[in-house]
């Protein structure tokens, strides 16, 4: 794949985010074709849980979930007892949270957002005021200029083709 083509797919996602679609979504469903799944809507349906770090939650980045599910397209084992194939995959998902985490210094959304210090994982207990609150916020201009998000999806997006282009 060409930077060109991995270029257009990171501007595929930022452009599904910005359509209202979740960092997940936006990341899972432009690289989704390369596996087959050629109904968008599925994509969409499929990563839909994983926004604003797992259910609103603010833990595992969307972004970096919506890699860690094409990671699962991509060489992820579908026998129940294949240990090298989910060791495989499991490396696989720790290049790409290594390579996000040394880029962005955290994997956690919460974090990512400055709802939190950095490498203060939180927990679900105690998450007033951190956005725990299942309701996404209004998508205006004043949103997604103090949202990192955009750039992280396009990261995303660019760690993964390169890594599977290797």
Known sequence: MTNEEIESRAQRAVDLFKQGFNCSQAVFASCADIYGITDEKLALRLSASFGGGMGRMRLVCGAASGMFMLAGLHNGSATPHDSEGKMANY??????????????GSLICAELLGLVPKNTTPSLEGRE????????????????????????????????LRAINE
């Open 129 to 160: 005021g951190v956005g725990f609150s299942p309701r996404p916020e209004e998508r205006t201009p004043e949103y997604y200029q103090k949202r990192p998000c955009p750039e992280m999806i396009a990261e995303a997006v660019r760690i993964y």
């Open 91 to 104: 490396a696989f998902v720790q290049q790409l949270a290594g390579e996000f985490k040394a880029k962005y």
